[in-house]
């Protein structure tokens, strides 16, 4: 290992997207190495906009493994960074850097210490995945520092076992997560079905419902529903094996009418499950009654919005879905129908203050479309037609909207002055 020293510090910084499933993964049959009970698909969202950013570093004076999220030290003990890191050590290879004058044999890395910094570029309180970015991004900047050379599938493998969920973001586009067969789930892995160019029609509206709560916690809730929802087991085994076969189809073929169906059923089946659950499960979870009942009127609203034009177009316009938190995930078949669906949202949810470009993030030209340049332009806005409720307004209930596009997988970050750890001291920045 003997380098400049012993004192050198060497760092890699990796980035990965969020992704949101369009058919569910809700349920384990194995809890320790996340194991799921059904095949899930995903469409990976635009990194610029959604994503985890990850810097690894690894010197011979780091006396321990430390972790940092958003700038605050978090426990590594927990046992499912401890698997990501176990995982990625045991295929670690020799590693050379004459310039720095490091070199690092495969059985080193056993006793090399690593300090890991992470940074999500949205609010991890958002309930926007962001444990599927993180830990893809975990697992793929450490195996990028420790020279892995594994498949993408070995390594979604080792992702799926820090969050399920973050096995999809190892690939951009549209991703399939097989649940495999084998007990010891090295055939439980992600596959991508295309990549984000293969149907890069599709806009993605999020509304982010304010909310001061952490995100909730689907471990505990699928836990729950695979021990008592007999919805779950009819699901896992009869309707999601034929679903995810529809819904491969409708990707290969741009089929946006099926793709659409399949979405909003599969969210609402995944809700079905949750209130089928003992004790039923209210998926826009909170303590306050009057917050859940708010929340829940936001999601109604919405799915019956949606609903209610698809119908009246005699085609679906927009697809939605909704995870176990209550952000509102809405795909359009093109730009045209996601500026008319924007101008049909900002009717009921206004933003509270008059700034407009602030309550829009990712894709602002968007607004430009929906032809929206300023509020006056909001508070013109006619009622949706295809509703009965045109006069109320839900003013404060969505704290912005995010447009955005399909993406790409996991990046290296070469550039270092983006590295979150200072190549000196080892600490972040
Ligand atoms: C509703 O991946 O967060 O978002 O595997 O226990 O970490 P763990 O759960 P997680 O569950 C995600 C559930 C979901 C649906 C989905 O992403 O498929």
Redesign the pocket.
Known sequence: MAAAEGQWVLMATGRSPTNI?VI???G?RDEAL?LPVND?I?VTLDPDHLSATTTVAVSPSFPSDRMWLNGKEISLSGGRFQSCLREIRKRARDFEDEKKGINIKREDWEKLHVHIASYNNFPTAAGL?S??AGLACFVFTLGKIMNVKEDYGELSSIARQG????CRSIYGGFVKWCMGKKDDGSDSIAVQLADETHWNDLVIIIAVVSSKQKETS??SG?RDSVETSPLLQYRAQTVVPSRVLKMEEAIKNHDFESFAKLTCADSNQ?HAVCLDTSPPIFYMNDTSHRYVLAVHWLGILIISLVEKWNHSEGTPQVAYTF??GPNAVLIAQNRKTAALLLRKLLYYFPPEDKDLSSYLVGDKSILGDAGLHSIKDVEALPAPPEMKIPDQKFMGDVSYFICIRLGAGPKVVADESQALIDAVTGLPK
């Open positions: 499933a569910k993964y809700w384990k996340i899930s995903s995945a444990s599927a969050s399920g969920s973050a689907s471990t699928m995944f995870d176990a």
